[in-house]
T-cell receptor
Framework: DTGVSQDPRHKITKRGQNVTFRCDPISEHNRLYWYRQTLGQGPEFLTY????????KSRLLSDRFSAERPKGSFSTLEIQRTEQGDSAMYLC???????????FGPGTRLTVL | GQQVMQIPQYQHVQEGEDFTTYCNSSTTLSNIQWYKQRPGGHPVFLIQLVKSGEVKKQKRLTFQFGEAKKNSSLHITATQTTDVGTYFCAWLQYSGAGSYQLTFGKGTKLSVIP
């Protein structure tokens, strides 16, 4: 396991459709984070998991967004009824319980038409 | 909520010139992290500072944390084309009950003219 992986790398969808992204963290990392990044901005925190428990969720996160990490390994981020404003790069990161460094995946670029 | 302001937004330098980006907070920070994101890439962790007045060096990069822990800077000596990218400062906040949240600045985009 050489790093955090995300799938798909690119997703184009029509407004109103549902999309799901997957993140596979570094295998021994029990902390997992989702971020959203738009052009010219820094990553914006969405949610945080420690093992399978979702411990933090951004107040800015719409109810259309849901994330899971059912077995404490991979995680999924689902966006329901997508809107054009959801177009962004969705980044996943992981870290170990002993470390503060976050390792980012390559991201999933979402385009909502 | 607490915000981390980063300046400048853009910086164009001639190769060999120095570069500095600054990160400022209105309140005291428990820590500051720096990340680099290459064009088309993802953020890569550079360093974390936690102590008042702390200075750390990584080859041509020098990181500082202010005495009041409200500001930080990243200085690159003699820039190279490989330094191109966006540099972000970020603050790791512990929210209680084992919860963590990383808040990023808007970044400084560095262009290096060969």
């Amino acid at each position: 396991d050489t790093g955090v992986s995300q799938d798909p790398r690119h997703k184009i969808t029509k407004r109103g459709q549902n999309v799901t992204f997957r993140c596979d963290p570094i295998s021994e990392h029990n902390r997992l984070y989702w971020y959203r990044q738009t052009l010219g901005q820094g990553p914006e925190f969405l949610t945080y998991f420690q093992n399978e428990a979702q411990l933090e969720k951004s107040r800015l996160l719409s109810d259309r967004f849901s994330a899971e990490r059912p077995k404490g390994s991979f995680s999924t981020l689902e966006i329901q009824r997508t809107e054009q404003g959801d177009s962004a790069m969705y980044l996943c990161a992981s870290s170990s319980v002993l470390g503060y460094e976050q390792f980012f995946g390559p991201g999933t670029r979402l385009t909502v038409l | 909520g607490q915000q981390v302001m980063q300046i400048p937004q853009y910086q164009h330098v001639q190769e060999g010139e120095d570069f500095t980006t600054y990160c400022n907070s209105s309140t005291t920070l428990s820590n500051i992290q720096w990340y680099k994101q290459r064009p088309g890439g993802h953020p890569v962790f550079l360093i974390q500072l936690v102590k008042s007045g702390e200075v750390k060096k990584q080859k041509r990069l020098t990181f500082q944390f202010g005495e009041a822990k409200k500001n930080s800077s990243l200085h690159i000596t003699a820039t190279q084309t490989t330094d191109v990218g966006t540099y972000f400062c970020a603050w790791l906040q512990y929210s209680g009950a084992g919860s963590y949240q990383l808040t990023f600045g808007k970044g400084t985009k560095l262009s290096v003219i060969p």
